[in-house]
């Protein structure tokens, strides 16, 4: 038996050993995508404590045996780690940092999971502060959206140490089906923010692309044909097409109903540009693609799938 | 034997006739795509006739045995199809409808396939002007760039009546592998210029994101594992990636070299352009991105594969 | 005596004797512009032909004294000067060399001044060919608008040889009161665009400052004396704010009714579009501006004036 | 004697009297700004107290009679007013409330002015600090530029309470010719900014259309003539020209030497779109203008005056 092999089979006790050791989680913000996470979570036998600003929002998990608290502080006080799932930078700031906030009486050696979508240069101070107290964060942006939190198959992609990251592992595979490792605290939220830019820009082109190919007399049917086959294809195109009837199984076939709205696209390319600005760092497309989703916002879009910037395009009203 | 194969050998039987019937192919538009697929006729026994304003085009064609025209009126009069492949709209209008133009001396019947990438209402004028004359006409831009014109693996997105492509299928199969009738007169050149569009947003966005990542301190290689699986994923991030050192042979890899040139892209965006802004669509990313292209241009760049807006965006000097 | 002064006069003296030739006018376009310009040319004295393919358009004119003609081709058959006044390049070609149009019939010597709002390229292609006719052509867009037009108050931007120039001025005069050399023919039409996508730049920039000076506490009335004393100061801001309220007299203090409508300026950013894709000239905040004006066109805006793009940024309905 | 006049006469009795009560001032932040500031004060008697973390700042202050201080708090512990020119937000938090920071050691009642342009959002949480300490705050960002800094001919826009603007009002008129109050605390940055991002629109505007008029044919003594007496007149065409030669004394015909740096232009643009990004307001051209001017930072144009656009958009390398 090689050292290497010999290495892997400790490294996967030495996981199996952590992972005893967690039996107590908190659980912050349990909102549409939270709360399907927190029931996950007590599906496995975990001693689950919750807490959210909107008690109405966690009785469903007190009937399912979750206890609860009443502050961040509090939430944390007993628990081997915590999970955050919050709307915004501000929301998590106060969370942690906050008066009663998490970090007022966390532990050492306690694990932090925020799973937010926030600027990456606040999970960092957050993570420097957590640090102070010898606790342990990591950042862990999910994608998948309301099903796949339903379904336990978000996708996580996490920024923090190695080992944070293998401890964390456990927790977030009964949440997730695919957990990456995307590099030090902030590098979730960087991965998470950078593909979502890139999905706006690309869903924004495909609606003006195929609205310009009916002004031009082309059928929807051959140019989807042509750019799934060609350069043109992204994402978008090819799975996700804004223009109904393409597609059986995607928001612009039911109203643009479902999905993920213009409105967290928009908060998603809010934080794309505060990086951006902050860091110096030239975003032409990313730039305009977020002033299109904030006018959409603006103009009564905000629930519906992000898809809907076709119709926004064409001129239609929804 | 029941009539769904018998239609197709019957159909197969028909083309065969209507090949037998093409013997005198006249070429117009000899440069680096032109010469290549003036080539691939030549070594299929056709009669080859070639015009260029260049002579020096030409010298190779002749010495494998084409005949030479001074005129687009000669190189069209004794042909069974006519094809041009050139630079711009307007010289594919004077090249047809100018003084000693192939409009002047075309003869019934004649086949002409136009290859050039041009504005379609262009193409629609030329084609009312070809039917005039009893001739035929299809627009038949490609894509896939040199090697593929020197392999005979274009790409043909034809435009014009399905009796017409059934026509020119068996001419573009001597110099692509995939013939797409994509509608009327102008739907290959509006398929094209869409494809295209699309193109050169995701290129942008790709170079953005990935510009991004590194400045936030995400690794290049983590965002292309992160993208690549997920909804930002494009043609670009993919299989063209810009950021040098991802794919091993694309020209990002070897100093932005070959490809599709930025000049190209920029043409390409100022046909769609045109074609926006005559029928009032609305386009803001795709004008941004051939404002953008534009910008490379300007400053130096035209000549290296589109990619290179990723160093452009990063502010590198190449 | 040197002969370069005796040239001066002798010209001097020509354009005394040229301007006296003028008695027969005819008059192409009788809209809501054109309408008015004839009126005062009606009030000259002149014997005044008009055509319009709009029957009502001329009652009054016929009322008032003027002769009608059915077509181009008429219309300028028996005058000394032409002017056309039409809503877009394509009318223009139509009615100056389409079948019946003025250039089948128009004599030696004519003056032909074309007061549309189009494309400079299409105006110096018709000087062209009125060229060959030994025919004289200007192009003299307007600014102004509809009350300009009533009071014969008009700028006219010119472009045309000197010779041209004096001769068209003193009929010029009768409709405005400004009258501008700005070079050969088609930088009357470059003139005007160049300014009007300059206006909408700086008026979508008023737009947005005021909106983000209020979303950030700012009053109204101090941005306003800020902006107006400094750097920032435009004709948008200074004299055509686009918040109402802020100066009494102008659209924004009037439901937006009057003034120039966004339909208009989103036409004119066509011509710069075009003009600038055409010339290969970069144009980054005017092709945004065409979008933006575009965007407003297309969810029903288009007769608004176009200050109303402040309430588009803000996000109320009309 | 009425009471309105009577109050009139309390009020500026009081004023004088807050005046004498003002004769030691700290200044912080001693760069090519400040420098000439802390000049025209030391001129008029007042005991100045200096700090710079640059000690070669300050060499000159000290030998004109000013005394120094090696933190933010000595500076601000023995003086009436306290007065900080730096160059970005963080700056100025560090400056405020970091270790040995302003508030550190602040007294009741001290009046503290920021003249540096900063995000206003970071100048209202300084604001709350300071109250909590009971001394006083004001924003007052200066517009002007290096010049009118020596010659005591700054703008200052001063947001704050109006107690506090009369009370700060005397020391500004030592450094500037023009006090404005805009509002409450952040509202001087507010205006500033808006004012800015106009000025930044407006100029790449200008600098668009002389280079399109150029390119189609338009001489710019024609295009400078109709421009500023028709509505697309802005200060940056009439009083500050991007195009070398049509007026004698500005940047643009100095090589673009002196003026207001593309630097410090994207700098503010930056505040801009981090306050638009916050208040979730929409600002299309101002985020492309922040991004081009981004470009122009990336690609070696930083110190030259940001009028230099118009270089850039005819791609001229300077």
Redo the contacts between chains.
Sequence with gaps: MNLFVFGLKLSKWMNTTSVRQISKIGFIGLGNMGNHMARNILKKDYQLTVFDVDKSAITNLIEAGAKTASTGAETVKDVDVLISMLPSSQHVLNCYTGANGVLSSVKKGVLLIDSSTID?FVSQEISKEVEKREAKFIDAPV?GGINAARDGTL?F?VGGSKENFDSAKIILEVMGSRI?H???V??GQ??K???????A??M???A??????Q?????NS??N???NS????????EL?NPVPGILPDVPSSRNYEGGFSTFLM?KDL?L??????R??????????????Y??L???GLSKKDFSIVYQF???NKI
């Excluded at 003006?208 to 190919?213: A, K, S």
């Excluded at 002004?215 to 059928?219: D, F, N, Q, S």
């Excluded at 060609?230 to 195109?237: E, M, R, T």
């Design positions: 990456p994608s996708t992609m990456v995307c590099g030090d902030g590098m960087a991965a923010l950078c593909n979502n830019m890139l999905l820009i690309s924004i082109g495909t003006e692309i195929f609205n310009l190919g002004r031009l007399g082309l059928k051959v140019l044909d042509i750019v060609s350069s043109g294809k992204c994402w978008s195109s996700y928009a809010s794309v540009q505060s990086a951006a600005t860091t110096n760092t030239l975003i032409p497309l990313g730039s305009l693609a977020h002033q299109i904030r006018i916002n603006t103009h395009i064409k001129g």
